[in-house]
């Protein structure tokens, strides 16, 4: 569970510091060391001795685990994440836009989703669709994320319209996230206020009509066996 929040708070935090330019102290920079330790750690762990089923037999020799896992796509997805990238900001800024790889780590979700379904009574279709919905928050997040940044590199062009709805430009942080957020949600339900005029705004909404539809289709055949 502690492994979890960690990696839910490195995969919300990462994206919303990057895209809004929040600035980050010393204080925010030590506890994400101590966060990539700790997830380090259980790294090592889930590598070296965490048993693992196979041909419905446990795996115990550390040496045979090994090798299972470096033939996983999971272990390739691990070590990427925990690439160190933000020590280049020592020598180039945005020390948030160089630690983008730890978004990468929602897709472990996935693989916590299947380890639960196997360690509690609940129906596995039940779990699929409270993974899905909990997956469709993380991306309307992602997504509301993605807008702020639509809006600041396509600023320079007077075209473009979602800079300049309702005074966007002149809203505090929290309330141009908020505003970010219901333009994500919107969009993913179909309900899309805001005319697009700028390419990116056109890409930006073409991108998330057609996860916003294929995310409710999943959580819709999810439900099939409930």
């Given at each position: ?48 001795v965490t048993a ?13 685990i090994m090798r299972?896992?470096?033939q996983s796509i ?153």
């Amino acid at each position: 569970i502690v492994t979890f929040l960690l990696m839910l708070f490195e995969v919300l935090s990462t994206p919303f510091m990057a895209a809004f330019e929040v600035e980050t102290g010393l204080p925010f920079i030590v506890f994400n060391a101590i966060v990539d330790v700790v997830l380090l750690v259980d790294f090592f762990i889930w590598f070296t001795v965490t048993a693992v089923e196979k041909d419905q037999q446990v795996v115990v020799k550390v040496r045979s685990i090994m090798r299972m896992r470096l033939q996983s796509i999971h272990f390739h997805l691990n070590v990427f994440t925990n690439l160190p990238l933000e020590i280049i900001s020592i020598w180039y800024s945005s020390y948030a836009l160089w630690r983008l790889n730890k978004i990468l780590r929602m897709l472990h979700f996935g693989y916590y989703s299947m380890k639960w379904a196997t360690v509690t009574a609940w129906s596995p279709s039940l779990i699929r669709v409270l993974y899905h919905s909990f997956l469709l928050g993380v991306i309307v997040h992602l997504f509301a994320c993605l807008y702020f940044v639509v809006v600041r590199v396509a600023s320079s062009d007077s075209s473009t319209s979602f800079r300049n709805w309702d005074g966007f430009e002149e809203m505090s942080p929290s309330r141009q996230y908020i505003r970010a957020l219901f333009v994500s949600l919107s969009g993913m339900v179909g309900y899309f206020d805001v005319r697009p005029r700028h390419p990116l705004e056109h890409g930006f909404g073409i991108i998330l009509i057609i996860m916003g539809a294929g995310f409710f289709a999943a959580m819709i055949g999810s439900t099939q066996d409930l």
